[in-house]
């Protein structure tokens, strides 16, 4: 069973760095074509595809928001992390982590953590 | 960036019927490979999106076959046969062809 869960500070302020975990379950990130990706949604608006690494620890980002991604990976604790680096009021939203596995793309979601952003 | 555009809200079906979901891309999905990296997602209310169909037709597990995909072209149709309260949501439609993925602004299904 495939289970995926985030957390977050849940409020912060501008200019500090968002720090994201997802923690998962029933699948490695030691397997081949595995990975696991973010996706933000501002409340009551669209999805955001945010960055994902795969099991070889090759990384991608949304270039829009690059220089101020990071992910990585803990493959042993079955966790992966995102930091984005200095925040503002357009950064609050719900945080999603899902799985990514050829050909389904992301075929499981976490429940997602919402973060807001303000002084 | 590819866009993918959506209508905000479905027409209005009565359950059991049929409803149909637009998408078109603003650019052609097909690969080189010969797979067509178009996705469908369900997000439900209060709750996280979930994976419908995978490159263009493919129902996803547990998915009932009420629901179908098809193309033409740049333009995709989600189809879902025999419309039940539990269908309601919004439908994002997602291209995994290249970076940035990126989704559709969602397509509300609405019930009469």
């Known amino acids: 069973q495939v289970t995926l869960k985030e957390s977050g500070p849940g409020i912060l302020q501008p200019s500090q760095t968002l720090s994201l975990t997802c923690s998962f379950s029933?699948?490695?990130?030691?397997?081949?074509?595995?990975?696991v990706g973010w996706i933000r949604q501002p409340s009551g608006k669209g999805l955001e595809w945010l960055a994902h690494?795969?099991?070889?620890?090759?990384?991608r980002y949304n270039p829009a928001l690059k220089s101020r991604l990071t992910i990585s990976k803990d493959t042993s604790s079955n966790q992966v992390f995102l930091k984005i680096a200095s925040v503002d009021t357009a950064d609050t939203a719900t945080y999603y982590c899902?799985?990514?596995?050829?050909?389904?793309?992301?075929?499981?979601w976490g429940q997602g953590t919402s973060v807001t952003v303000s002084s | 960036d590819i866009v993918m555009t959506q209508a905000a809200f479905s027409n209005p079906v009565t359950l059991g019927t049929s409803a149909s979901i637009s998408c078109r891309s603003s650019?052609?999905?097909?690969?080189?490979?010969?797979?067509?990296?178009l996705y469908w997602y369900l997000q439900r209310p209060g709750q996280s999106p979930q994976l419908l169909i995978y490159?263009?037709?493919n129902l996803a597990s547990g998915v009932p076959n009420r629901f179908s995909g098809s193309e033409s072209g740049t333009d995709f149709t989600l189809r879902i046969s025999r419309v039940e309260a539990e269908d309601v949501g919004v439908y994002y439609c997602?291209?995994?062809?290249?970076?940035?993925?990126?989704f559709g602004s969602g397509t509300k299904l609405e019930i009469k």
């Open positions: 899902a799985r990514m596995m050829d050909p389904y793309a992301m075929d499981y």
């Open positions: 029933g699948f490695s990130l030691s397997t081949s074509g595995m990975g």
């Open positions: 690494i795969w099991w070889d620890d090759d990384k």
């Open positions: 650019k052609n999905l097909l690969h080189s490979n010969g797979i067509t990296y």
């Open positions: 490159r263009v037709s």
């Open positions: 997602a291209q995994l062809l290249e970076l940035p993925f990126t």
